[in-house]
């Protein structure tokens, strides 16, 4: 059973029965990738993402970073 009180990592909804949500894990390098919510969710260093809003606002955050990464490394 889903953790009742299970919140998005990004916006803080709560997780509902009917909520399409997805698990985000991340690579040794910190790239994020998204899977279909399983209740493997609730394993430890799993963040949890309440739709396709927040997984973009997440994936927007990482590529603004590597690209701000980029950036210093080229300025360097």
């Not at 299970?6 to 909520?19: D, P, R, Y």
């Not at 040794?28 to 949890?48: C, I, K, M, N, V």
Request: with cysteine; glycine share 8%; hydrophobic share 35%.
């Amino acid at each position: 059973m889903i953790s009742p009180n299970c919140l998005c990592n990004e916006c803080g909804a709560l997780k509902g029965e009917g909520n399409r949500w997805f698990e985000l894990r991340r690579t040794t390098s910190g790239a994020p990738y998204f899977r279909e919510w399983t209740l493997d969710a609730e394993q430890p260093g799993t963040e949890h993402i309440c739709g396709e809003k927040c997984a973009h606002a997440v994936l927007s955050k990482y590529l603004t970073a590597l690209r701000e990464q980029v950036r210093e490394e080229v300025a360097a």
